[in-house]
Protein backbone atom coordinates (compact mmCIF):
# COMPACT_ATOMS: atom_id res chain seq x y z
CA UNK A 1 0.00 0.00 0.00
CA UNK A 2 1.10 3.50 -0.78
CA UNK A 3 1.78 5.96 1.59
CA UNK A 4 0.89 9.70 0.00
CA UNK A 5 1.94 12.34 1.86
CA UNK A 6 -0.25 15.79 1.71
CA UNK A 7 2.55 17.89 0.29
CA UNK A 8 3.21 15.26 -2.56
CA UNK A 9 -0.14 15.11 -3.24
CA UNK A 10 -0.91 18.86 -3.68
CA UNK A 11 2.56 18.64 -5.67
CA UNK A 12 1.40 15.56 -8.01
CA UNK A 13 -2.10 17.12 -8.78
CA UNK A 14 -0.51 20.17 -9.78
CA UNK A 15 2.10 18.12 -12.20
CA UNK A 16 -0.59 16.04 -13.46
CA UNK A 17 -2.76 18.92 -14.66
CA UNK A 18 -0.01 20.82 -16.24
CA UNK A 19 0.59 17.61 -18.16
CA UNK A 20 -3.08 17.45 -18.98
CA UNK A 21 -3.73 21.10 -19.82
CA UNK A 22 -1.52 23.17 -21.92
CA UNK A 23 -3.38 26.22 -20.27
CA UNK A 24 -2.58 25.58 -17.02
CA UNK A 25 0.32 28.00 -15.70
CA UNK A 26 1.50 28.53 -11.67
CA UNK A 27 2.67 32.33 -10.91
CA UNK A 28 4.20 32.51 -7.35
CA UNK A 29 7.23 33.55 -5.55
CA UNK A 30 9.85 31.44 -5.47
CA UNK A 31 8.07 28.35 -6.83
CA UNK A 32 11.19 27.31 -9.40
CA UNK A 33 13.16 26.22 -6.25
CA UNK A 34 9.60 25.07 -5.27
CA UNK A 35 10.50 26.71 -1.13
CA UNK A 36 6.31 25.76 -0.17
CA UNK A 37 6.65 22.43 -1.56
CA UNK A 38 3.73 22.94 -3.72
CA UNK A 39 5.54 23.37 -7.13
CA UNK A 40 8.58 21.32 -6.33
CA UNK A 41 10.73 19.88 -9.40
CA UNK A 42 7.62 21.28 -11.58
CA UNK A 43 9.70 24.64 -13.01
CA UNK A 44 12.34 21.92 -13.91
CA UNK A 45 9.71 19.52 -15.58
CA UNK A 46 7.74 22.00 -17.24
CA UNK A 47 10.42 25.23 -17.67
CA UNK A 48 9.53 28.96 -16.85
CA UNK A 49 7.15 29.90 -19.31
CA UNK A 50 4.07 27.24 -17.09
CA UNK A 51 5.95 27.90 -14.00
CA UNK A 52 7.30 31.35 -13.55
CA UNK A 53 8.43 32.95 -10.96
CA UNK A 54 7.53 36.50 -9.68
CA UNK A 55 8.29 39.05 -7.90
CA UNK A 56 7.30 40.16 -5.05
CA UNK A 57 3.87 42.02 -5.87
CA UNK A 58 1.43 39.86 -4.72
CA UNK A 59 -1.28 42.55 -5.67
CA UNK A 60 0.49 42.83 -9.43
CA UNK A 61 0.13 38.77 -10.02
CA UNK A 62 -2.76 37.92 -8.84
CA UNK A 63 -4.67 40.19 -11.12
CA UNK A 64 -2.20 39.13 -13.83
CA UNK A 65 -3.82 36.00 -13.48
CA UNK A 66 -7.08 37.50 -13.60
CA UNK A 67 -6.15 38.79 -17.02
CA UNK A 68 -4.86 36.01 -18.12
CA UNK A 69 -7.75 33.66 -17.43
CA UNK A 70 -9.77 36.14 -19.33
CA UNK A 71 -7.77 35.72 -22.10
CA UNK A 72 -8.03 31.20 -21.70
CA UNK A 73 -5.27 30.81 -19.04
CA UNK A 74 -6.06 28.79 -16.06
CA UNK A 75 -3.51 30.26 -13.42
CA UNK A 76 -2.84 28.67 -10.45
CA UNK A 77 -1.04 31.14 -7.79
CA UNK A 78 0.33 29.76 -5.07
CA UNK A 79 0.58 32.22 -1.85
CA UNK A 80 3.83 31.36 0.52
CA UNK A 81 1.82 32.87 3.75
CA UNK A 82 -2.04 33.19 4.29
CA UNK A 83 -1.74 36.32 5.60
CA UNK A 84 -1.31 37.21 1.77
CA UNK A 85 -4.59 36.20 1.21
CA UNK A 86 -5.26 39.95 2.90
CA UNK A 87 -3.23 41.93 0.99
CA UNK A 88 -4.78 40.29 -2.58
CA UNK A 89 -8.56 40.27 -0.96
CA UNK A 90 -9.11 43.52 -3.29
CA UNK A 91 -7.79 41.70 -6.21
CA UNK A 92 -10.06 37.95 -5.63
CA UNK A 93 -12.78 38.89 -3.95
CA UNK A 94 -13.23 42.69 -5.76
CA UNK A 95 -12.31 41.85 -9.16
CA UNK A 96 -11.75 38.17 -9.96
CA UNK A 97 -15.06 36.79 -8.41
CA UNK A 98 -17.21 39.82 -9.80
CA UNK A 99 -15.98 39.73 -13.28
CA UNK A 100 -18.40 36.41 -14.05
CA UNK A 101 -21.77 38.58 -13.25
CA UNK A 102 -20.36 42.17 -13.50
CA UNK A 103 -20.22 41.31 -16.87
CA UNK A 104 -23.41 39.66 -17.37
CA UNK A 105 -21.36 36.03 -17.49
CA UNK A 106 -19.70 37.18 -20.68
CA UNK A 107 -16.49 35.72 -19.04
CA UNK A 108 -15.22 33.31 -16.31
CA UNK A 109 -12.15 33.66 -14.29
CA UNK A 110 -10.45 29.96 -13.98
CA UNK A 111 -7.60 31.09 -11.31
CA UNK A 112 -6.85 28.43 -8.66
CA UNK A 113 -5.59 30.15 -5.28
CA UNK A 114 -3.01 27.83 -3.18
CA UNK A 115 -1.98 28.38 0.43
CA UNK A 116 0.46 25.53 1.45
CA UNK A 117 0.37 25.66 5.22
CA UNK A 118 -2.15 28.06 6.20
CA UNK A 119 -3.40 28.80 9.74
CA UNK A 120 -0.83 28.18 12.56
CA UNK A 121 2.38 26.98 11.84
CA UNK A 122 3.55 27.08 15.47
CA UNK A 123 6.34 30.09 16.17
CA UNK A 124 5.35 31.89 13.13
CA UNK A 125 3.53 34.78 15.33
CA UNK A 126 0.57 37.20 13.94
CA UNK A 127 1.60 37.78 10.83
CA UNK A 128 2.24 34.39 9.33
CA UNK A 129 -0.76 32.30 11.17
CA UNK A 130 -3.77 33.14 9.85
CA UNK A 131 -6.83 30.94 8.60
CA UNK A 132 -9.21 33.25 7.16
CA UNK A 133 -11.36 31.08 4.83
CA UNK A 134 -14.64 32.03 6.35
CA UNK A 135 -13.75 35.42 4.98
CA UNK A 136 -13.42 33.92 1.46
CA UNK A 137 -16.94 31.81 2.11
CA UNK A 138 -18.55 35.12 3.07
CA UNK A 139 -17.86 36.98 -0.29
CA UNK A 140 -18.85 33.76 -1.28
CA UNK A 141 -14.99 32.61 -3.52
CA UNK A 142 -15.24 28.57 -3.57
CA UNK A 143 -13.33 27.63 -0.74
CA UNK A 144 -11.99 24.61 -0.23
CA UNK A 145 -9.52 23.05 3.36
CA UNK A 146 -8.61 19.63 2.31
CA UNK A 147 -7.58 17.53 5.40
CA UNK A 148 -6.78 14.51 3.87
CA UNK A 149 -3.79 13.07 1.00
CA UNK A 150 -6.17 11.67 -0.99
CA UNK A 151 -8.55 15.13 -0.98
CA UNK A 152 -5.51 17.44 -1.56
CA UNK A 153 -4.93 16.23 -4.79
CA UNK A 154 -8.76 15.14 -5.99
CA UNK A 155 -9.94 18.81 -4.68
CA UNK A 156 -6.88 20.93 -6.11
CA UNK A 157 -7.78 19.04 -9.52
CA UNK A 158 -11.53 19.86 -9.48
CA UNK A 159 -10.42 23.43 -8.62
CA UNK A 160 -7.46 24.16 -11.47
CA UNK A 161 -10.78 22.67 -13.81
CA UNK A 162 -13.46 24.57 -12.55
CA UNK A 163 -14.57 27.66 -14.13
CA UNK A 164 -14.57 29.91 -10.97
CA UNK A 165 -11.81 31.83 -8.72
CA UNK A 166 -11.25 29.08 -6.10
CA UNK A 167 -8.64 29.16 -2.76
CA UNK A 168 -7.51 26.18 -1.68
CA UNK A 169 -6.27 26.47 1.89
CA UNK A 170 -3.40 23.43 2.83
CA UNK A 171 -3.36 23.78 6.90
CA UNK A 172 -0.17 23.45 8.12
CA UNK A 173 -1.98 21.02 10.68
CA UNK A 174 -2.45 18.82 7.47
CA UNK A 175 0.96 19.29 5.54
CA UNK A 176 2.38 16.57 7.15
CA UNK A 177 -0.17 14.29 7.12
CA UNK A 178 0.48 10.69 5.37
CA UNK A 179 -2.95 8.27 3.71
CA UNK A 180 -3.13 5.01 2.67
CA UNK A 181 -4.14 5.14 -0.60
CA UNK A 182 -6.12 2.07 -1.82
CA UNK A 183 -7.63 3.71 -4.93
CA UNK A 184 -6.62 5.35 -8.09
CA UNK A 185 -6.17 9.02 -7.45
CA UNK A 186 -8.46 11.16 -9.04
CA UNK A 187 -11.01 14.53 -8.40
CA UNK A 188 -12.78 14.96 -5.68
CA UNK A 189 -16.18 17.33 -6.43
CA UNK A 190 -15.92 20.90 -5.08
CA UNK A 191 -19.16 21.27 -2.29
CA UNK A 192 -18.79 17.31 -1.37
CA UNK A 193 -18.46 16.61 1.93
CA UNK A 194 -16.58 13.32 3.55
CA UNK A 195 -17.89 10.75 6.45
CA UNK A 196 -14.15 9.51 7.64
CA UNK A 197 -15.73 8.04 11.24
CA UNK A 198 -19.41 6.88 10.78
CA UNK A 199 -20.89 7.32 14.08
CA UNK A 200 -24.34 7.42 16.09
CA UNK A 201 -24.53 9.89 19.19
CA UNK A 202 -23.26 13.29 17.59
CA UNK A 203 -21.95 14.67 14.41
CA UNK A 204 -18.82 16.29 15.18
CA UNK A 205 -17.75 19.12 11.91
CA UNK A 206 -14.33 19.29 11.52
CA UNK A 207 -12.29 21.76 9.20
CA UNK A 208 -9.00 21.40 7.60
CA UNK A 209 -6.36 19.90 10.36
CA UNK A 210 -8.92 19.61 12.88
CA UNK A 211 -10.19 16.66 11.58
CA UNK A 212 -7.24 14.86 12.60
CA UNK A 213 -7.72 16.23 16.18
CA UNK A 214 -11.58 14.84 15.73
CA UNK A 215 -10.90 11.61 14.56
CA UNK A 216 -8.33 10.93 17.17
CA UNK A 217 -10.77 12.34 19.93
CA UNK A 218 -13.65 9.60 18.24
CA UNK A 219 -11.31 7.24 18.92
CA UNK A 220 -10.45 8.61 22.79
CA UNK A 221 -14.09 8.34 23.57
CA UNK A 222 -15.40 5.14 21.33
CA UNK A 223 -16.23 3.51 24.67
CA UNK A 224 -18.30 6.23 26.07
CA UNK A 225 -19.90 7.58 22.86
CA UNK A 226 -20.37 7.26 18.87
CA UNK A 227 -18.61 10.36 17.18
CA UNK A 228 -19.40 10.51 13.64
CA UNK A 229 -16.60 13.01 12.10
CA UNK A 230 -17.99 14.81 9.26
CA UNK A 231 -15.46 16.84 7.07
CA UNK A 232 -17.11 19.47 4.75
CA UNK A 233 -13.74 19.69 2.54
CA UNK A 234 -15.41 22.18 0.97
CA UNK A 235 -16.12 25.53 2.79
CA UNK A 236 -17.80 27.21 0.67
CA UNK A 237 -20.19 25.53 -1.11
CA UNK A 238 -20.81 24.00 2.01
CA UNK A 239 -22.41 20.48 1.47
CA UNK A 240 -25.64 21.02 3.82
CA UNK A 241 -27.35 18.01 2.21
CA UNK A 242 -24.71 15.53 3.57
CA UNK A 243 -24.69 17.66 6.92
CA UNK A 244 -28.25 17.48 7.19
CA UNK A 245 -28.30 13.49 6.84
CA UNK A 246 -25.63 13.41 9.44
CA UNK A 247 -27.50 15.55 12.24
CA UNK A 248 -31.05 13.54 11.08
CA UNK A 249 -29.08 10.37 12.37
CA UNK A 250 -27.17 12.18 15.24
CA UNK A 251 -29.34 14.80 16.79
CA UNK A 252 -26.46 15.98 18.12
CA UNK A 253 -23.59 18.43 16.87
CA UNK A 254 -20.11 19.78 17.78
CA UNK A 255 -18.47 21.94 15.38
CA UNK A 256 -14.72 22.07 15.56
CA UNK A 257 -12.52 24.22 13.39
CA UNK A 258 -9.51 27.07 13.78
CA UNK A 259 -11.39 30.44 12.15
CA UNK A 260 -12.13 33.47 14.74
CA UNK A 261 -15.62 32.75 16.74
CA UNK A 262 -17.61 36.10 15.18
CA UNK A 263 -18.58 35.72 12.20
CA UNK A 264 -16.32 32.47 11.56
CA UNK A 265 -17.45 29.45 9.58
CA UNK A 266 -18.72 27.50 12.99
CA UNK A 267 -21.30 30.11 13.42
CA UNK A 268 -22.44 29.82 9.63
CA UNK A 269 -23.32 26.07 10.27
CA UNK A 270 -25.16 26.37 14.27
CA UNK A 271 -27.35 29.15 12.42
CA UNK A 272 -28.05 26.78 9.15
CA UNK A 273 -28.46 23.98 11.42
CA UNK A 274 -30.98 25.62 13.57
CA UNK A 275 -32.63 26.99 10.46
CA UNK A 276 -32.94 23.91 9.13
CA UNK A 277 -32.52 20.50 10.44
CA UNK A 278 -33.18 18.80 14.41
CA UNK A 279 -31.36 19.32 17.21
CA UNK A 280 -31.66 17.41 20.92
CA UNK A 281 -29.30 18.71 22.30
CA UNK A 282 -27.88 22.64 22.01
CA UNK A 283 -24.47 22.52 19.52
CA UNK A 284 -21.32 23.54 20.39
CA UNK A 285 -18.64 25.34 18.32
CA UNK A 286 -14.64 25.27 18.92
CA UNK A 287 -12.58 27.93 17.13
CA UNK A 288 -10.12 30.63 17.83
CA UNK A 289 -11.28 33.44 20.55
CA UNK A 290 -12.85 35.98 18.71
CA UNK A 291 -10.95 38.33 16.63
CA UNK A 292 -7.83 36.68 17.39
CA UNK A 293 -4.22 37.53 16.72
CA UNK A 294 -1.81 34.78 17.15
CA UNK A 295 0.87 35.72 19.80
CA UNK A 296 4.27 34.07 19.52
CA UNK A 297 5.20 32.00 22.25
CA UNK A 298 4.32 28.30 21.49
CA UNK A 299 2.41 27.84 24.80
CA UNK A 300 0.36 31.25 24.05
CA UNK A 301 -0.02 30.54 20.49
CA UNK A 302 -1.79 26.80 21.57
CA UNK A 303 -4.00 28.45 24.13
CA UNK A 304 -5.64 30.52 21.17
CA UNK A 305 -6.13 26.75 19.42
CA UNK A 306 -9.09 24.49 19.42
CA UNK A 307 -7.92 21.55 21.14
CA UNK A 308 -8.56 17.82 21.77
CA UNK A 309 -9.27 18.05 25.50
CA UNK A 310 -11.61 21.48 24.16
CA UNK A 311 -13.37 19.10 22.11
CA UNK A 312 -13.62 16.06 23.96
CA UNK A 313 -14.99 18.58 27.05
CA UNK A 314 -17.57 20.05 23.86
CA UNK A 315 -18.88 16.25 22.91
CA UNK A 316 -19.53 15.23 26.57
CA UNK A 317 -21.45 18.81 26.99
CA UNK A 318 -23.69 17.91 23.94
CA UNK A 319 -24.21 13.80 25.08
CA UNK A 320 -26.03 15.10 28.52
CA UNK B 1 -4.60 42.24 -40.07
CA UNK B 2 -3.71 45.47 -41.60
CA UNK B 3 -4.65 48.54 -39.71
CA UNK B 4 -6.21 51.53 -41.83
CA UNK B 5 -5.31 54.54 -39.82
CA UNK B 6 -8.78 56.64 -39.55
CA UNK B 7 -8.03 60.60 -41.05
CA UNK B 8 -9.98 63.56 -39.73
CA UNK B 9 -13.30 62.67 -40.68
CA UNK B 10 -13.17 59.60 -38.46
CA UNK B 11 -11.71 60.51 -35.71
CA UNK B 12 -14.46 63.82 -35.25
CA UNK B 13 -17.24 61.64 -35.97
CA UNK B 14 -15.93 59.47 -32.45
CA UNK B 15 -15.65 62.34 -30.85
CA UNK B 16 -18.74 63.36 -32.01
CA UNK B 17 -20.27 60.08 -30.65
CA UNK B 18 -18.97 59.85 -27.37
CA UNK B 19 -19.51 63.79 -26.68
CA UNK B 20 -23.51 63.62 -27.86
CA UNK B 21 -24.18 60.02 -25.98
CA UNK B 22 -22.03 61.68 -23.02
CA UNK B 23 -25.23 63.93 -23.68
CA UNK B 24 -27.52 61.78 -24.04
CA UNK B 25 -26.96 60.05 -20.86
CA UNK B 26 -26.92 63.05 -19.08
CA UNK B 27 -30.18 63.97 -19.91
CA UNK B 28 -31.10 60.27 -19.12
CA UNK B 29 -29.50 61.11 -15.26
CA UNK B 30 -31.36 64.15 -15.34
CA UNK B 31 -35.38 62.50 -15.71
CA UNK B 32 -34.33 59.31 -13.85
CA UNK B 33 -34.02 56.58 -16.73
CA UNK B 34 -30.09 56.13 -15.40
CA UNK B 35 -29.87 55.34 -11.63
CA UNK B 36 -26.73 55.99 -9.70
CA UNK B 37 -25.46 58.26 -11.82
CA UNK B 38 -22.54 58.63 -14.15
CA UNK B 39 -18.75 59.87 -14.61
CA UNK B 40 -19.47 61.79 -18.05
CA UNK B 41 -16.30 61.69 -20.37
CA UNK B 42 -16.87 65.10 -21.91
CA UNK B 43 -13.87 67.37 -22.92
CA UNK B 44 -11.43 63.89 -22.96
CA UNK B 45 -12.91 62.06 -25.94
CA UNK B 46 -9.36 62.57 -27.90
CA UNK B 47 -8.02 60.18 -25.56
CA UNK B 48 -9.91 57.31 -25.92
CA UNK B 49 -10.93 58.16 -29.75
CA UNK B 50 -7.05 59.02 -30.59
CA UNK B 51 -5.51 55.63 -28.83
CA UNK B 52 -8.01 52.95 -29.73
CA UNK B 53 -7.92 54.22 -33.66
CA UNK B 54 -4.82 52.47 -34.06
CA UNK B 55 -5.68 49.56 -32.42
CA UNK B 56 -6.76 46.26 -34.29
CA UNK B 57 -10.18 44.99 -33.39
CA UNK B 58 -8.49 42.08 -31.26
CA UNK B 59 -6.58 44.02 -29.43
CA UNK B 60 -7.69 44.77 -25.62
CA UNK B 61 -8.47 47.19 -23.33
CA UNK B 62 -8.80 47.95 -20.02
CA UNK B 63 -11.02 50.92 -18.86
CA UNK B 64 -12.16 53.25 -16.07
CA UNK B 65 -14.66 54.65 -13.71
CA UNK B 66 -14.99 57.49 -16.42
CA UNK B 67 -15.04 54.48 -19.12
CA UNK B 68 -17.85 55.43 -21.67
CA UNK B 69 -15.48 56.93 -24.43
CA UNK B 70 -13.18 54.14 -24.22
CA UNK B 71 -15.83 51.56 -24.77
CA UNK B 72 -17.44 53.32 -27.49
CA UNK B 73 -13.88 54.12 -28.90
CA UNK B 74 -13.24 50.44 -29.17
CA UNK B 75 -16.47 49.58 -31.07
CA UNK B 76 -18.99 48.64 -28.47
CA UNK B 77 -22.74 49.37 -29.76
CA UNK B 78 -23.91 52.68 -28.52
CA UNK B 79 -27.58 51.15 -28.36
CA UNK B 80 -26.67 48.06 -25.85
CA UNK B 81 -24.43 50.78 -23.63
CA UNK B 82 -27.04 53.32 -23.34
CA UNK B 83 -29.37 50.35 -22.88
CA UNK B 84 -26.59 48.60 -20.08
CA UNK B 85 -26.56 52.82 -18.49
CA UNK B 86 -30.38 52.16 -18.12
CA UNK B 87 -30.19 48.21 -16.68
CA UNK B 88 -31.60 46.88 -19.33
CA UNK B 89 -31.75 43.38 -20.16
CA UNK B 90 -30.15 44.55 -23.67
CA UNK B 91 -27.21 45.68 -22.52
CA UNK B 92 -23.72 45.23 -22.91
CA UNK B 93 -23.76 43.20 -19.50
CA UNK B 94 -27.34 42.35 -19.41
CA UNK B 95 -27.60 44.99 -16.88
CA UNK B 96 -25.43 43.28 -14.00
CA UNK B 97 -22.63 45.59 -14.84
CA UNK B 98 -24.30 49.50 -15.27
CA UNK B 99 -21.89 52.68 -16.25
CA UNK B 100 -18.87 51.47 -14.04
CA UNK B 101 -18.55 47.95 -15.78
CA UNK B 102 -19.62 48.05 -18.62
CA UNK B 103 -17.86 45.17 -20.89
CA UNK B 104 -18.21 44.01 -24.61
CA UNK B 105 -14.88 41.36 -24.59
CA UNK B 106 -16.02 40.25 -28.00
CA UNK B 107 -14.58 43.44 -29.08
CA UNK B 108 -11.62 43.49 -27.10
CA UNK B 109 -13.27 45.45 -23.95
CA UNK B 110 -12.31 43.93 -21.11
CA UNK B 111 -14.09 45.79 -19.12
CA UNK B 112 -14.06 49.40 -16.91
CA UNK B 113 -13.41 49.18 -13.13
CA UNK B 114 -14.44 51.31 -10.29
CA UNK B 115 -11.47 50.52 -8.04
CA UNK B 116 -8.57 52.97 -9.25
CA UNK B 117 -5.64 51.90 -11.11
CA UNK B 118 -6.93 48.04 -10.39
CA UNK B 119 -7.11 47.00 -14.00
CA UNK B 120 -3.79 47.64 -14.80
CA UNK B 121 -2.16 44.28 -13.33
CA UNK B 122 -5.56 42.81 -15.33
CA UNK B 123 -3.88 44.24 -18.85
CA UNK B 124 -0.65 42.97 -18.03
CA UNK B 125 -2.21 39.29 -17.09
CA UNK B 126 -3.85 39.84 -20.72
CA UNK B 127 -0.82 40.98 -22.50
CA UNK B 128 0.85 37.91 -20.82
CA UNK B 129 -1.28 35.82 -21.96
CA UNK B 130 -0.93 37.05 -25.82
CA UNK B 131 2.79 36.84 -25.36
CA UNK B 132 2.79 33.28 -24.16
CA UNK B 133 0.17 32.70 -26.82
CA UNK B 134 2.68 34.00 -30.01
CA UNK B 135 -0.06 36.78 -30.36
CA UNK B 136 1.17 39.91 -31.33
CA UNK B 137 -2.29 41.46 -29.80
CA UNK B 138 -1.86 44.94 -27.69
CA UNK B 139 -3.28 45.66 -24.19
CA UNK B 140 -4.12 49.46 -23.57
CA UNK B 141 -4.51 50.20 -19.87
CA UNK B 142 -6.41 53.78 -19.57
CA UNK B 143 -6.16 55.17 -16.16
CA UNK B 144 -6.02 58.68 -14.76
CA UNK B 145 -4.22 61.19 -12.70
CA UNK B 146 -5.65 59.67 -9.84
CA UNK B 147 -4.09 56.00 -10.20
CA UNK B 148 -0.62 57.31 -9.99
CA UNK B 149 -0.42 56.77 -6.88
CA UNK B 150 -1.68 52.90 -6.31
CA UNK B 151 0.75 50.57 -5.84
CA UNK B 152 -0.66 48.15 -8.16
CA UNK B 153 -0.17 50.54 -11.12
CA UNK B 154 3.65 50.92 -10.29
CA UNK B 155 3.67 47.03 -9.35
CA UNK B 156 2.14 46.22 -13.05
CA UNK B 157 4.88 48.94 -14.26
CA UNK B 158 7.66 46.41 -12.98
CA UNK B 159 6.24 43.20 -15.04
CA UNK B 160 5.28 44.51 -17.84
CA UNK B 161 8.98 46.10 -18.22
CA UNK B 162 10.78 43.50 -16.64
CA UNK B 163 9.03 40.70 -18.92
CA UNK B 164 8.69 43.29 -21.98
CA UNK B 165 4.81 42.62 -22.21
CA UNK B 166 2.75 44.26 -24.66
CA UNK B 167 0.95 46.95 -22.79
CA UNK B 168 0.37 50.80 -23.40
CA UNK B 169 -0.26 52.43 -20.43
CA UNK B 170 -2.29 55.50 -21.01
CA UNK B 171 -2.75 58.17 -18.30
CA UNK B 172 -5.58 60.45 -18.83
CA UNK B 173 -4.10 63.27 -16.96
CA UNK B 174 -7.38 65.71 -16.31
CA UNK B 175 -5.68 67.51 -13.64
CA UNK B 176 -8.08 66.26 -10.68
CA UNK B 177 -8.42 63.07 -8.91
CA UNK B 178 -12.15 63.64 -8.24
CA UNK B 179 -11.21 66.92 -5.99
CA UNK B 180 -7.61 67.03 -5.69
CA UNK B 181 -5.69 68.40 -8.15
CA UNK B 182 -2.64 66.51 -9.28
CA UNK B 183 -0.07 69.07 -7.95
CA UNK B 184 -1.13 67.91 -4.30
CA UNK B 185 -1.44 64.72 -4.95
CA UNK B 186 1.44 63.75 -7.20
CA UNK B 187 5.18 63.78 -6.24
CA UNK B 188 7.33 63.72 -9.31
CA UNK B 189 5.46 63.24 -12.67
CA UNK B 190 3.82 59.93 -14.94
CA UNK B 191 6.69 59.60 -17.12
CA UNK B 192 9.12 60.22 -14.56
CA UNK B 193 7.46 57.00 -12.56
CA UNK B 194 7.57 55.26 -15.95
CA UNK B 195 11.14 55.66 -16.89
CA UNK B 196 12.38 54.67 -13.30
CA UNK B 197 10.97 51.08 -14.69
CA UNK B 198 12.88 51.67 -17.98
CA UNK B 199 9.56 52.20 -19.84
CA UNK B 200 9.67 54.57 -22.29
CA UNK B 201 7.01 57.68 -21.91
CA UNK B 202 5.80 60.65 -23.56
CA UNK B 203 3.57 63.27 -22.49
CA UNK B 204 1.04 64.68 -25.66
CA UNK B 205 -1.54 67.19 -25.91
CA UNK B 206 -4.76 65.65 -24.81
CA UNK B 207 -6.73 67.55 -26.51
CA UNK B 208 -5.62 67.11 -29.87
CA UNK B 209 -7.03 63.99 -31.13
CA UNK B 210 -4.34 63.94 -33.82
CA UNK B 211 -1.68 63.97 -31.44
CA UNK B 212 -2.36 61.65 -29.14
CA UNK B 213 -2.76 59.05 -32.11
CA UNK B 214 0.49 59.76 -33.75
CA UNK B 215 2.42 59.30 -30.25
CA UNK B 216 0.21 55.85 -30.03
CA UNK B 217 0.59 54.91 -32.95
CA UNK B 218 4.31 54.45 -32.18
CA UNK B 219 3.94 52.81 -28.33
CA UNK B 220 1.48 50.38 -29.69
CA UNK B 221 3.54 49.49 -33.19
CA UNK B 222 6.83 48.93 -30.55
CA UNK B 223 4.75 46.60 -28.36
CA UNK B 224 3.16 44.73 -31.36
CA UNK B 225 6.57 44.23 -32.86
CA UNK B 226 7.77 42.83 -28.71
CA UNK B 227 9.65 45.79 -27.71
CA UNK B 228 7.52 45.94 -24.34
CA UNK B 229 5.89 48.42 -22.60
CA UNK B 230 4.96 52.54 -22.99
CA UNK B 231 3.69 55.02 -21.38
CA UNK B 232 1.10 57.74 -23.19
CA UNK B 233 0.42 60.71 -20.66
CA UNK B 234 -2.23 62.45 -22.14
CA UNK B 235 -2.78 66.32 -20.99
CA UNK B 236 -6.96 66.89 -20.26
CA UNK B 237 -9.71 67.71 -19.05
CA UNK B 238 -12.98 67.05 -18.53
CA UNK B 239 -15.50 69.82 -18.85
CA UNK B 240 -18.30 68.66 -16.27
CA UNK B 241 -18.51 66.74 -12.64
CA UNK B 242 -16.39 64.21 -11.38
CA UNK B 243 -19.74 62.81 -11.21
CA UNK B 244 -23.45 63.30 -12.00
CA UNK B 245 -23.80 63.73 -8.10
CA UNK B 246 -22.18 67.12 -8.41
CA UNK B 247 -24.86 68.48 -10.17
CA UNK B 248 -26.85 67.79 -6.57
CA UNK B 249 -24.27 69.56 -4.34
CA UNK B 250 -21.92 72.82 -4.53
CA UNK B 251 -18.66 71.87 -4.60
CA UNK B 252 -16.00 74.44 -5.90
CA UNK B 253 -12.60 73.26 -6.43
CA UNK B 254 -12.16 74.31 -9.22
CA UNK B 255 -12.63 77.82 -10.86
CA UNK B 256 -15.24 78.63 -13.71
CA UNK B 257 -12.01 80.63 -15.10
CA UNK B 258 -10.01 77.81 -15.35
CA UNK B 259 -13.37 75.68 -16.92
CA UNK B 260 -13.88 78.09 -19.87
CA UNK B 261 -9.59 78.09 -20.04
CA UNK B 262 -9.89 74.57 -21.52
CA UNK B 263 -13.10 75.23 -23.50
CA UNK B 264 -11.38 77.47 -25.60
CA UNK B 265 -8.90 73.59 -26.21
CA UNK B 266 -12.40 71.77 -26.69
CA UNK B 267 -11.17 68.57 -28.69
CA UNK B 268 -14.51 68.73 -31.10
CA UNK B 269 -13.42 72.19 -32.24
CA UNK B 270 -9.56 71.12 -33.10
CA UNK B 271 -10.87 68.28 -35.12
CA UNK B 272 -13.47 69.96 -35.97
CA UNK B 273 -12.14 72.90 -37.61
CA UNK B 274 -9.88 70.10 -39.80
CA UNK B 275 -12.58 69.22 -41.62
CA UNK B 276 -15.41 71.36 -44.20
CA UNK B 277 -18.67 72.83 -42.54
CA UNK B 278 -20.42 70.92 -45.08
CA UNK B 279 -18.48 67.38 -43.73
CA UNK B 280 -19.27 68.45 -40.34
CA UNK B 281 -22.58 69.35 -40.61
CA UNK B 282 -23.04 65.48 -42.03
CA UNK B 283 -21.28 63.80 -39.58
CA UNK B 284 -23.42 65.73 -36.47
CA UNK B 285 -26.65 64.62 -38.38
CA UNK B 286 -25.28 61.18 -38.84
CA UNK B 287 -24.65 60.65 -35.11
CA UNK B 288 -27.51 62.68 -33.82
CA UNK B 289 -30.21 60.08 -35.91
CA UNK B 290 -27.38 56.99 -34.49
CA UNK B 291 -28.20 58.41 -30.90
CA UNK B 292 -31.83 58.33 -31.58
CA UNK B 293 -31.83 55.06 -32.53
CA UNK B 294 -30.01 54.27 -29.56
CA UNK B 295 -32.07 55.29 -26.87
CA UNK B 296 -35.66 54.19 -28.49
CA UNK B 297 -33.44 51.17 -28.03
CA UNK B 298 -32.32 51.52 -24.71
CA UNK B 299 -36.19 52.73 -23.80
CA UNK B 300 -37.96 49.93 -25.42
CA UNK B 301 -35.72 47.19 -24.46
CA UNK B 302 -36.80 45.09 -21.53
CA UNK B 303 -36.21 45.47 -17.53
CA UNK B 304 -33.93 42.12 -16.31
CA UNK B 305 -36.16 40.17 -14.67
CA UNK B 306 -35.40 39.97 -10.87
CA UNK B 307 -35.59 36.23 -10.66
CA UNK B 308 -32.19 36.25 -12.70
CA UNK B 309 -30.43 38.77 -9.96
CA UNK B 310 -27.87 36.26 -9.33
CA UNK B 311 -27.69 34.66 -12.63
CA UNK B 312 -23.85 34.52 -13.88
CA UNK B 313 -22.68 34.95 -10.14
CA UNK B 314 -20.45 31.38 -11.16
CA UNK B 315 -19.29 30.46 -14.23
CA UNK B 316 -19.70 26.93 -13.41
CA UNK B 317 -23.20 27.70 -12.51
CA UNK B 318 -23.37 27.21 -8.89
CA UNK B 319 -26.24 28.72 -7.82
CA UNK B 320 -26.15 30.40 -4.15
CA UNK B 321 -28.37 30.20 -1.44
CA UNK B 322 -31.28 32.51 -1.32
CA UNK B 323 -30.69 35.44 1.96
CA UNK B 324 -34.24 34.48 3.05
CA UNK B 325 -35.04 30.48 2.71
Known amino acids: MAKLSYAKALNKALADELERDPAVCVLGEDIAAGIAQLTLGLAQRFGPDRVTDTPISEQAFTSMATGAALCGLRPVIEFQIPSLLFLVFEQIANQAHKFSLMTGGQVAVPVTYVVPSSGSRAGWAGQHSDQAYSLFAHVGVKTIVPAMPSDAYGLLVSAIRDDDPTVLFAPALAMGVREDVTTQLGPVPIGSARVHRVGSDVTVVAVGGCVHDALAVADELSDEVSVEVFDPRTVYPFDWEALAASVDKTGRLVVIDDSNRSCGLGGEILATVAEEMRLVAPPKRLGRPDGAVLPFALELDRAVQPGRDQLATAIRAVMK | ?325
Request: hydrophobic share 45%.
Open chain 2, 1 to 325: MAVITPGPADLYRQMRLIRSFEECALRLVKSGEIVGGIHPYIGEEAVAVGVCSVLRDDDLITSTHRGHGHVLAKGADPGRMLAELCGRATGLNRGRGGSMHAADVGRGILGANAIVGAAAPIAAGAAWAAKRSGSDRVVVTFFGDGALNQGVLLEAMNLTALWRLPVLFVCENNGYATTMPTAAAVAGTAAGRAAAFGIPAVTVDGMDVETVQEAAAGAVAAARAGDGPSLLECLTYRYGPHHTIEFRMKLSYRTEQEIERWRLRDPLEIEGARITATERDRLDAEIADLLNAAQEFAKASPDPDPSGALDYLYASGLRARAGVR
